[in-house]
């Protein structure tokens, strides 16, 4: 199987006050295809590291991180970008305050000299659920569900094959949750999308991934199918009590 | 369950503004025993002014109305400011979301729980500290001396959550009122904050309100819970029972949430009927 | 229709790009009208512009420069509603053309204090490291120029007049505008709206120009129009001391200047610019402290 993402020997450190710390310590793993991929962990784990590291939004060192087979860096050529599209985590902050959905959908069609630009506009909001009534509003007048649309069209009206997505339905509702990731998982079908999902929740990774990664403290911890989280079929003793946290409170008895 | 804690009837809130008036809560009625009640609900739906509204924090210009808001007994509307500062801290608490935002960031924990000793209990100085000692102890905290005389930034998330319930808890109340006290903590740190929660609610016999945005913690660690939207009490029910509920909001919400045990194909989506707030 | 028009602008739901501006300019200038103390300053400043523009036309035919040596120091009277100088000349008509020269000098400062000031902080604050340190460290140099010294100091070098009054207040005014776009671009740049178009692969300058400049513009705009009342008192200063704008031109800081030495007697002279230039830095001053509420991303709803 071809790997559409090959993370080989991942190391990400940041300097904190002087301090070096280790954000992410030899992650390595590797994404087929049209495959969903997801990764779990609480907070410093360095799940949304490894995203970004990807992404080439932050400096990283890796014995190889290969994107669609082509060697990246942090640096990356125009069309290298067309490769992957991120959606982050917290849609209030995405959205540029000044400007329409139009100017936001518009903009990634200027900087790549695409033409048409209207009809893909048009089509990026249907795609995405939007009415054609949303087309010129900013984004003070969108509901957070709206906004994570408004963001995920931005991202996937460069059609790239592969999507990133850092929490994209921490910040919502469980109601609005639930019909965004509804729409991920049709337009993963229908435009064949290779995905990474990062989430804290093992119920959102396990429903919209089949293979999950989970990580503690910058390092991986391992690679489980989503049924084995299910059927708490796994290794490591850290994942089963992942699994067990998630499933809610337990009260001792006795 | 026998002796009834805290008496809510048609309870509403309303924020009057400049495009009308805004009803964050409509006739609310419940009543709490020494148990653990959940609220539930999205945002917007009326859960956190619930909480508020009970502790007499409504911010100017909200106006409260009820046919019977009382504690214990008493009735809590229209009191005096001076009235709810004694009430307050002593025998009705509040835990928020983020210790963060509740701990004075400039004063030592243990300064900030014994001076809510001294205030409430009227305890001496070393007195005080004892009580703190003993109650940072309670919470689980391994190092009581060392957090005693440590800052609010110096905590972590959970640590800085057992601060706050120890903060909270010190004055012994009776009536605990919880908002999203472990959302912004990571699942594994949850249950051990919830944990301590319920071992000090269970063993001091307090009532406890669990606000809160998760279904699934909710019908864990509540005995009832109201789910709540639109401002309205869609239904209450026992936690155990969440499942089986049988007011259509409440059962798409509980389809709506990705479920580990459950495989989906397709997450159901919450379509709202109007009639549900007529 | 004006009716349907201001539904028009309201709409939730607008058609055209042109319909979302033209609404989201209508809701900026509605939150302005709305509040007494930005109005009394948009008046003001308006009334500044047409009375500059109009400035002949008001005068009724009077020359600011005519001269009329018998009725020199005349007092306020139907013929000379404000008096009249020492040279005799009519305090109603320089009033009005002084105007005229305080509009310049601060829109000469304007048009060069903010593109310099937005420029060199979005600079710093965007690409950071040596750029960031380089930038900021000569923003500290002009921070450091006593602006009353350098215009002496420019007058001196180069005569004195209107345009090096301006220089000498420009170059004293920017770096405050520069820190402040260097702060807010910090923290526009480090925000996921940037990120992402980042992500897209946009150029350097496209991400200074389109996305970051507009954010920083409003509070440049709010800090220059709170300055205003110090550069047109600055201006004044610099034409009391005489090294702004020359005689016979209608300045009022020259023309208290002139009025000063019978201000005991016939206090018209002074007073009347004096006056002037109360109310037009008042006027700034309400506008700018209206505009950043108006501004104020707290403030939004």
Same mark, same amino acid.
């Given at each position: 199987m071809a790997g559409m993402i090959d993370v080989n020997d991942l190391h990400v450190t940041f300097q904190n006050g002087g301090k070096p710390v280790? =954000?992410?310590?030899g992650v390595s793993f590797s994404v087929g295809d049209g495959e969903s991929f997801g990764i779990v962990g609480e907070s410093g784990s360095g799940k949304s590291t490894v995203l970004k590291a990807i992404a080439g939004l932050i400096p990283s060192e890796s014995a190889g991180l290969l994107v669609n087979g082509k060697p990246v860096s942090a640096r990356r050529a125009k069309e290298d970008r067309r490769q992957l599209q991120f959606v982050f985590q917290d849609p209030y902050a995405s959205l540029?305050?000044?400007?329409?959905v139009d100017d936001v959908l518009r903009e990634p069609l200027i900087i790549h000299g695409i033409g048409e630009r209207d009809e893909k506009i048009v089509g990026a909001i249907a795609e995405v659920g939007l009415?054609?009534?949303?087309?010129?509003?900013?984004?003070?007048?969108? *509901?957070g569900g709206q906004r994570q649309r408004v963001a995920i069209a931005r991202a996937l009206i460069l059609r790239p094959p592969i999507l990133l997505l850092d929490?994209?339905?921490?910040?919502?509702d469980v109601s609005v949750q639930a019909e965004i990731l509804n729409l991920i998982s049709r337009l993963r079908k229908s435009h064949r999308l290779t995905i990474i999902l990062v989430s804290h929740d093992l119920g959102v990774v396990a429903h919209l991934c089949s293979r999950i990664a989970i990580m503690q403290l910058g390092r991986l911890v391992e690679i489980v199918e989503a049924n084995s989280l299910r059927t708490g079929q796994v290794r490591q003793d850290y994942t089963r009590r992942l699994i067990a946290a998630s499933r809610g409170f337990t009260r001792m008895t006795g | 369950m026998s002796e009834t804690l805290l008496s809510v009837r048609n309870l509403s809130v309303a924020y009057p503004g400049r495009s009308g008036v805004t009803?964050?809560?409509?006739?609310a009625s419940f009543t709490l025993g020494r148990e653990r009640l959940g609220i539930v609900g999205e945002s917007g739906s009326g859960k956190t002014t619930a909480g508020r509204a009970i502790l007499g924090l409504?911010?100017?210009p909200g106006i409260v109305m009820a046919d019977e808001l009382s504690f214990a007994g008493e009735?809590?509307?229209?009191?005096?400011e001076s009235d709810w500062r004694k009430l307050r801290g002593r025998r009705m608490s509040m835990i928020m979301q983020d210790p963060k935002y509740s701990?004075?960031?400039?004063?030592?924990i243990g300064q900030q729980i014994s001076e809510t000793c001294r205030l409430h209990?009227?305890?001496t100085r070393k007195d005080a500290e004892q009580r703190s000692l003993a109650m940072l102890e309670a919470v689980k905290i391994r190092d009581p001396e060392l957090v005693y005389n440590q800052?609010?930034?110096?905590?972590s998330g959970g640590m800085g959550q057992r601060a706050m319930i120890a903060m909270m808890l010190v004055a012994e109340p009776d009536l605990l009122i919880a908002d999203?006290?472990? *959302?912004?903590?990571d699942v594994t740190v949850q249950n051990d904050v919830l944990r301590i929660l319920d071992d000090l609610v269970t063993e001091r016999g307090m009532g406890l309100i669990f606000i809160s945005h998760n279904l699934t913690i909710v019908s864990s660690f509540c005995d009832r819970v109201l789910i709540m939207y639109g401002g309205k009490i869609m239904e209450e029910c026992a936690a155990d029972d969440l499942k089986k509920a049988r007011h259509p909001y409440t059962r798409a919400l509980v389809a709506a949430a990705p479920s580990l045990d459950e495989p989906r194909a397709e997450l159901a989506t919450v379509v709202r009927d109007p009639a549900w707030l007529a | 229709m004006t009716q349907s028009l201001v539904q028009w602008l309201q709409d939730? =739901?607008?058609?055209s790009r042109k319909q979302a501006a033209l609404g989201n300019l209508f809701r900026a200038m509605r939150a302005v009208v709305t509040n007494p103390a930005a109005l009394t300053g948009l008046i003001i400043v308006t009334l500044l512009i047409l009375v500059a523009i109009l400035a002949s036309l008001l005068?009724?035919?009077?020359?600011?420069?005519?001269?009329?040596l018998v009725n020199r120091?005349? =007092?306020?009277?139907?013929?000379h509603w404000f008096g009249t100088d020492e040279l005799g000349r009519d305090i109603y008509a320089r009033t009005l053309f002084g105007a005229k020269v305080t509009l310049t000098i601060v829109m000469l400062v304007s048009v060069v204090v903010a593109p310099i000031g937005l420029a060199v902080g979005t600079l710093a604050g965007y690409l950071g490291g040596w750029v960031d340190a380089m930038l900021m460290r000569i923003t500290d140099i002009f921070l450091a120029f006593p602006r009353l010294v350098l215009a002496l100091a420019f007058a001196a070098a180069l005569g004195p007049g209107i345009e090096n009054a301006v220089i000498a207040i420009s170059l004293t005014t920017w770096p405050p505008y520069a820190r402040i776009a260097r702060a807010e671009t910090i923290t526009i740049a480090k925000s996921e709206f940037i990120q992402a178009v980042v992500l897209q692969g946009a150029s350097t300058w496209r991400i200074l120009f389109k996305h970051i400049v507009p954010l920083c513009l409003s509070s440049v705009i709010v800090r220059l129009t709170l300055d205003m009342a110090g550069i047109i008192l600055t201006a004044a200063g610099l034409g009391f001391l005489g090294?702004? =704008?020359?005689?016979?031109?209608?300045e009022w800081g020259a023309m208290v200047s002139a009025g000063r030495n019978v201000?005991?007697?016939?206090?018209w002279v002074a007073t009347i610019p004096g006056i002037a230039i109360f109310i037009v830095s008042l006027g700034f001053n309400l506008l700018g402290d209206g505009l950043r509420d108006v501004f104020d991303p707290k403030a939004e709803r």
């Open positions: 280790r =954000a992410v310590q540029h305050p000044r400007q329409t009415s054609p009534q949303h087309r010129f509003r900013y984004p003070h007048q969108l *509901s929490e994209p339905t921490s910040a919502l | 009803h964050a809560l409509r006739n409504i911010p100017k009735p809590l509307l229209n009191r005096s701990l004075n960031p400039v004063q030592r209990l009227g305890s800052y609010p930034h110096q905590l999203e006290p472990t *959302s912004a903590l | 939730e =739901a607008p058609r005068a009724r035919g009077i020359s600011p420069l005519s001269q009329d120091l005349a =007092a306020p009277s139907a013929e090294l702004g =704008a020359q005689p016979p031109t209608p201000i005991l007697d016939q206090w």
